[in-house]
């Protein structure tokens, strides 16, 4: 008997398009000298400069654990999990560059194909805030999945703590439909998140 999940699979499973033919977005302007590209294995130590220069930033809300044991390698084989999921169609990461100096990332987490729904996540370094930059990168991640993924509804989770996330969430035009009590656990305590939604049909390009 074949105890695979695969078996277990309804046979209405939506036919999902494949992230790799879809790839409008590996490399994407998103205003003057700034571009999305997908992150990749050798951009692995500027990564882990970028959080290194800012390790309270990327840390404060994001489970980054930046001890002595975190190397270029720990970076690497972050990229290297994003790309699997890339790979399996299950997700896509990318970087945030301005001219050559990468600045962030952002990426949806995980797709629900069978939902058509997305998780989405996004960092910026604390230099790069303030400048309306993640708003045109998040704005461009949403046209992909709403336009050419053809998703239905994207989800953001947001320590209710993290002012900037949640207020690029509402800048965004997400709906906070829910509040999580305890859902987070950084830096020994317990945080709040919300839960932020929106469904294609709200989508403003
Ligand atoms: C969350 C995060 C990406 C938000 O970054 P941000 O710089 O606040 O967001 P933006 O780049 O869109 O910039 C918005 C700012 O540009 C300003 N701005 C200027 N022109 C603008 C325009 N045309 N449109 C929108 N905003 C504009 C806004 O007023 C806002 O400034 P303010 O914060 O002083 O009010 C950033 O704080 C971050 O990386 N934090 C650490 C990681 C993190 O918390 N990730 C999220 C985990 S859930």
């Keep these: 008997m074949d105890t695979s999940w695969s078996s277990v699979r309804p046979a209405t499973l939506p036919q999902a398009p494949s992230l790799r033919v879809r790839s409008n977005m590996l ?10 590209r997908l992150l990749e294995v ?31 390698e720990s970076a690497r084989n972050f990229i290297k999990g994003e790309l699997q999921k890339f790979v399996n169609n299950s997700g896509i990461e990318l970087g945030i ?30 230099d790069f805030q303030g400048r309306a930059i993640a708003t045109a990168a998040c704005r461009a991640l949403l046209a992909y999945a709403f336009g ?31 509040h999580c009590s305890e859902a987070q656990w ?8 919300l839960l932020f939604g929106m469904i294609a049909e709200d989508w403003q390009q």
């Design 27 to 36: 490399a994407k302007s998103i205003g003057p000298d700034l571009e999305l």
């Design 42 to 72: 050798r951009h692995a130590e500027q990564f882990f400069a970028m959080q290194m220069r800012d390790k309270e930033n990327f840390s404060k809300w994001i489970p980054w654990k930046f001890d002595e044991s975190y190397t270029v």
């Design 97 to 126: 560059w301005h001219k050559e100096q990468l600045i962030g990332d952002l990426g949806l987490n995980f797709i629900d194909w069978q939902n058509k729904r997305a998780d989405m996540g996004f960092s910026l370094t604390a």
């Design 148 to 178: 050419e993924l053809k998703l239905n509804r994207m989800e953001m989770r947001c320590s209710k703590d993290n002012e900037r996330a949640c207020a690029l969430a509402r800048r965004l035009g997400f709906t906070q439909e829910g």
């Design 186 to 193: 950084l830096h020994g305590r317990f945080w709040d998140l």
